[in-house]
């Protein structure tokens, strides 16, 4: 039999290495931003056209290469920064592996000019699909530019796999913040299509906190930090008042590297119990210095995930710090910062209690009149899908079913389930999810009749726009204005709101935008879904009634009926079941 085995040749394995290292655009963007950091570069420049789609490309003043280096630098395992593998224990560079140039040439046309201080000229070269195509002199200055064109042009299927532009664009957003949020005293400048998205310049980290994030930060945040032999911590929190409903702002460096790690995150989880009310997360700032010799970075290819040696131990100094300095908040409001109170606007947050919302079941509600109104069968329906498969048996015809119902006997536990029996069985709805999804069918409904009210507002409401915002601001407006809301552009990063849809008035009004502001920063809507089914799901959040509201008898009833008119009222709209029936015969065979 013939010989099978063959050497893949090396822009093949070059290729397949690429899958592991670069991702999508932003992957590029976070190992180019890397490599200036490592060049010791004090001023870096980002560039991108569609998304990084078109173009990336960053230009930094660090120490450039030579000739020499500038050709083996695309190599694979070319790397100046570690030569034996007991260096990955001492590191202080971002990068190791030497795969990430070698990488992107692989999958990408490059163009790079670099030059070191010492030498008169620089070098010119570019590169695609790994074949080095132009090499020359280049009169350049100290440092390197380095422009990646066309990601995947010769790997239509990786091509035709990213994200919208949108969706892209988040990516490097998130990227660059991790980056620029390491390295306060290096400056960036990011540039999207000529535009200048952000313009950071050197400083502290609560200024680049403020920098990125916006003023408003300033108040939010609350300093953390210890010093052990285990190593140091250093950063801040986001005091509770101010948690998001999503994770947004989670940020934890070790030794300026950012990582992931569910297990430290617990820890702050932990810390927070019972200071956030359900569904909100803590923000955190978080800067680890560990001795390197402590942790294993190599577990990973982009390097995210780390092994810690001291890990129980670091879970528990993390978590007395977090409680240290959230006990510290409570006497000592702002710590670093200068907080001019006369900046703060009506409806600010101050007056914010998260835990306790202005609750609103239904605004048509009159407990004055008594209506009894009848379910009929189609809205039973859900229900009894559920019965028949908790009830194991065949379907049958089931006789109540053949005449409506009245809701008749209701009511109300730990502030949380309304009980209510059908037919013979118990029904047991969390009063949190029904209304969840009763708000979200209302609006979508609303939107879709073209229905939806706007309600302008007396006091109108700035908002400050993120950068991820900003950068998508164009493509959402549209939807906005068609759900009820109305605005103005103030400036560059502000926004006068001045209408909201009807279903929002009397809520904290600007809580709600900001929350559906997040939900746009943070969350990458399932392409398949439109913008609206985004509003109508963040709107459905921040509006329902919560957990833990006493509700009288009729704001029961009518959570009750609303939920069995829905047209699924069996999970929320983020797939959470909304109530269980606890069976006739469950209760004979637990009580025989
Ligand atoms: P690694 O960063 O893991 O070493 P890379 O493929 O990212 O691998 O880069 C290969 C080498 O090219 C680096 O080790 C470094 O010597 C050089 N290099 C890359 N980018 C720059 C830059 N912006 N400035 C100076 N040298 C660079
Ligand atoms: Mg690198």
């Not at 069985?425 to 609303?446: C, G, K, P, T």
Request: hydrophobic share 40%.
């Amino acid at each position: 039999m013939a010989d099978i085995i063959t050497l893949l040749p090396d822009h093949v394995a070059n290729q397949i290495a690429a899958g592991e290292v670069v991702q999508r655009p932003a992957s590029v963007v976070k190992e180019l931003l890397e490599n200036a950091i490592d060049a010791k570069a004090e001023n870096i420049q980002l560039i991108i056209q569609e998304s990084g789609k078109k173009l990336i490309q960053v230009i930094d003043d660090g120490k450039g290469m030579s000739e020499t280096d500038a050709r083996l630098a695309f190599e694979r395992h070319a790397t100046s920064k570690i030569k034996q593998i007991d260096d990955l224990f001492s590191l202080q560079t971002k990068g190791f592996r030497g795969e990430a140039l070698a990488s992107i040439a692989a999958v990408a046309q490059i163009e790079m000019h670099t030059k070191q201080e010492k030498d008169e000229v620089g070098t010119h070269l570019k590169i695609a699909a790994s074949k080095v195509e132009y090499q020359n002199i280049s009169a350049t200055t100290k440092g390197t530019s380095i422009a990646i064109r066309n990601l995947f042009f010769n790997i239509p299927a990786r091509r035709n796999f990213l994200k919208s532009n949108n969706v892209e664009l988040r990516h490097i957003i998130d990227e660059f913040h991790r980056v620029a949020l390491a390295y306060p005293s290096i400056s960036f400048v990011f540039q999207q299509n000529n535009s200048t998205l952000l313009n950071l310049s050197k400083g502290t980290l609560s200024q680049r906190i403020v920098a990125i994030f916006g003023k408003k930060i300033e108040e939010k945040l609350v300093t953390i930090s210890s010093d052990t032999t285990v190593g140091k911590i250093s950063g801040y929190i986001i005091k509770p008042d101010y948690a998001r409903k999503n994770r947004g702002q989670q940020f934890f460096f070790v030794n300026n590297r950012f990582i992931k790690s569910p297990f430290l995150h617990h820890s702050i989880v932990q810390s927070f119990k019972g200071l956030l009310p359900e569904g909100y997360y803590p923000g955190y700032f978080i800067f680890f210095e560990l001795n390197p010799e402590s942790i294993d970075i190599n577990i990973h290819p982009t390097k995210t995930e780390i092994k810690f040696e001291n890990e129980q131990d670091l879970y528990a100094i993390l978590k007395s710090a977090t409680r240290h300095s959230l006990g510290m908040f409570q006497i000592t409001p702002s710590l670093d910062f200068n907080h001019n109170p006369s900046l703060d606007i009506p409806y600010s947050y101050k007056s914010k209690s998260p835990k306790d919302p202005a609750i609103e079941v239904d605004k048509s509600f009159n407990p004055f009149v008594q209506k009894s109104e009848k379910i009929t069968k189609e809205q039973w329906e859900p229900l009894v899908k559920i019965k028949e498969s908790s009830l194991n048996t065949i379907p049958q015809n089931n006789s109540f079913l053949t005449e409506d119902i009245t809701i008749r006997n209701h009511f109300q536990i730990n502030n949380k389930y309304i009980v209510t029996h059908l037919d013979e069985d118990v029904l047991v709805i969390n009063q949190y999810r029904a209304h969840q999804r009763i708000l979200y069918e209302d609006f979508l409904q609303s939107v879709t009749t073209k229905k939806q009210k706007s309600q302008q507002l007396l006091f109108p409401i700035n908002i400050e726009l993120s950068l991820k915002i900003k950068s998508i601001f164009a493509e959402i407006k549209e939807t906005f204005l068609e759900m009820g809301f109305s605005f103005e552009v103030l400036s560059d990063n502000e926004l006068k709101v001045n209408g909201v849809p009807a279903i929002c008035m009397n809520k904290n009004i600007k809580e709600v935008i900001e929350n559906l502001f997040e939900t746009f920063e943070t969350e990458s809507p399932v392409e398949s879904f439109s913008y609206a089914d985004s509003i109508a799901q963040s709107l459905c959040k921040s509006l329902a009634i919560t957990n833990g509201m006493p509700l009288n008898h009729e704001e029961q009833k009518s959570i009750i009926e609303k939920l069995l008119k829905c047209k699924d009222s069996l999970t929320t709209p983020f797939n959470k079941k909304i109530y269980f029936l606890l069976s006739k015969n469950e209760m004979d065979k637990q009580l025989n």
